[in-house]
């Protein structure tokens, strides 16, 4: 059984920055592939940025809303990404999801029906 958990989130005023993290363990592969999803208010759950098992920087991710502000990092050798998140606006606000799926899979990076595994996830909130 593979366990997600994020950590991290909170309330932020606009323009300002945050740190999120998460940790994929268990399960019988060794690497995985690993993203982030956000959900806001009343919104479908849409990507926000994927990295390989090998933290491949030429393999980075990004959904087109937070490229250049948002950064996403790993962990040498582990399963543990981050997050760190710039510039925030209050389109920003959501429910922050990390997700992980074997590094073998080789479906849509993007789709977040590619990634078995998910987080419970964490709150992120963008006031003035």
């Known amino acids: 059984q593979v366990h997600v958990e994020e950590s991290g989130g909170g309330l932020v005023q606009v323009g300002g920055s945050l740190r999120v993290a998460c940790v994929a363990s268990g399960g019988d592969s060794y690497w995985y592939d690993m993203a982030w999803f956000r959900q806001a208010p009343s919104k479908a759950r849409e990507f926000v940025a994927n990295?390989?098992?090998?933290?491949?920087?030429?393999?980075?991710l990004y959904a087109e809303p937070v490229r250049g502000r948002f950064n996403i990092s790993r962990e040498r050798g582990k399963n543990t990404i981050h997050l760190q998140v710039d510039n925030l606006k209050y389109e920003d606000t959501a429910v922050y999801y990390c997700?992980?799926?074997?590094?073998?899979?080789?479906?849509?990076?993007?789709?977040?029906?590619?990634?078995?595994?998910w987080g419970q996830g964490i709150q992120v909130s963008v006031s003035s």
């Open positions: 997700a992980a799926t074997p590094s073998y899979s080789d479906g849509d990076r993007e789709d977040q029906g590619s990634y078995a595994y």
């Open positions: 990295i390989r098992w090998n933290a491949d920087p030429d393999a980075i």
